[in-house]
């Protein structure tokens, strides 16, 4: 799956705006969806992606896994349109 990433919160951010930490952080959103949607157990997901031993602290590990999933399902819901009234409003070249 990669490289983990190293800057993260327990917990995203929440409300219903995009936030700068969820800019910063869309490859890991998709990243959780992608190994979601493969069936990746948790426990290898957060290892691979945020470089945590669940074994070690299994409640912590299991709060960040399960909380930027829930936001990585928010922004593929609801935040990425955001994105796209951004898009829409830059000028073309």
């Not at 951010?13 to 969806?33: C, F, N, S, V, W």
């Not at 399902?73 to 994105?83: D, K, P, V």
Request: proline share 8%.
């Amino acid at each position: 799956m990669g490289r983990a990433t190293q800057n993260y919160l327990d917990e995203p951010p929440p409300g219903d705006a995009l936030t700068p930490y969820d800019r910063e952080h869309m490859k890991l959103y998709m990243r959780l969806l992608d190994a979601e949607r493969d069936g990746a157990d948790w426990r290898e997901a957060v290892q691979v992606l945020f470089g945590l031993d669940p074994d070690s602290d299994p409640a912590r590990s299991r709060t960040i896994h399960d909380s930027h999933l829930a936001r990585a399902h928010w922004m593929s819901e609801c935040g990425y349109r955001e994105l796209v009234r951004e898009s829409q409003q830059r000028p073309s070249s």
